[in-house]
């Protein structure tokens, strides 16, 4: 078993591509602005009315479709973390936890290549993320 997790996950030897002498756009004025700008809560809400409600759960236990049902009671907490993100850079700990687990790909796994493995991450780091691309 080590084995086959060491062939998947090894570096391959490959050139490095680089990028010396490429001309870089700059961002303009109103963009600096905006990235240092406070997110607002039509922001975060966006952000997590367009991830399914239904997916797997982050680590934490709860799913996108948890958090919009209950969006009223805590949205407070979230727009707090989320703000906390913005202003100072740091995740709480734990917030940025993640699980990776295997999903069978077929009816009756045998060996690991019938397993597809997924990241488990919570529903604030997605939305953290989804804002900042």
Same mark, same amino acid.
Do not use: H
């Given at each position: ?11 391959? *030897? ?15 004025? *109103? ?9 607002? *809560? ?92």
């Amino acid at each position: 078993m080590k084995e086959f997790f060491e062939d998947k996950f090894s570096e391959e *030897e490959r050139k490095l591509v680089r990028l010396d002498n490429v001309p870089f756009k700059g961002i303009t004025r *109103e963009d600096n602005e905006m990235l240092i700008g406070t997110i607002s *809560e039509a922001e975060v809400k966006e952000a997590m009315w367009n991830c399914d409600s239904y997916k797997s759960p982050g680590p934490d236990g709860f799913n996108f479709g948890f958090i919009k049902f209950c969006w009223d009671v805590i949205k407070g907490d979230v727009l707090s973390a989320v703000q906390s993100f913005a202003e100072g850079g740091n995740w709480p700990k734990g917030t940025n936890a993640s699980f990776i687990t295997l999903v069978p790909k077929t009816m009756n796994p045998q060996l690991l290549n019938d397993f597809r493995p997924i990241s488990l991450v919570g529903c604030v780091y997605k939305i953290v993320s989804k804002i900042l691309s």
